[in-house]
């Protein structure tokens, strides 16, 4: 196999293990969506900095709430060794139960960094823009 090939090879693998993360946040599970993490994981969304205790606490709270589904798009991944990183767009729609809210519609530019662990890319960093204004909440909404 050559170099292209391994490089080729392991961008898809470090895009589908970022796709089965969000695939898990879908369905709501959150093992799964923990699993995914490195125990030092941080993710900046919005103006917020989370860690990963707070960011699976706020995946829990949100359950009662509605469910979230992402279109990832447009990867620029690179890796390098157990180090890899790739800036895409993400259109995330968020759909709440009835009763709980507005259907969202939010876009991002996102940056992800991965480390592999034991054959595994594991999510370290995200840093998520938006591009358009965030919808206005629900006051239930808004401790999310």
Known sequence: MTNTNMTSNEN???????RDWYEAIRIQDFQTVADKLTESFLIVEHTELF?????MARFEKGKAYGT???ELLEFKTHVHGDTAWTTLRNSEVWTPLKGKGNRMDLEFIETVVFIKRD????????????????PEFKEEQKNL
């Open 12 to 18: 898809a693998a470090v895009e589908q293990s970022l």
């Open 51 to 55: 860690d990963k205790p707070q960011l």
């Open 119 to 134: 054959g595994q890319w594991l999510i370290d960093r995200y840093h998520a823009t938006s591009t358009k204004p965030l």
């Open 68 to 70: 979230q589904a992402s």
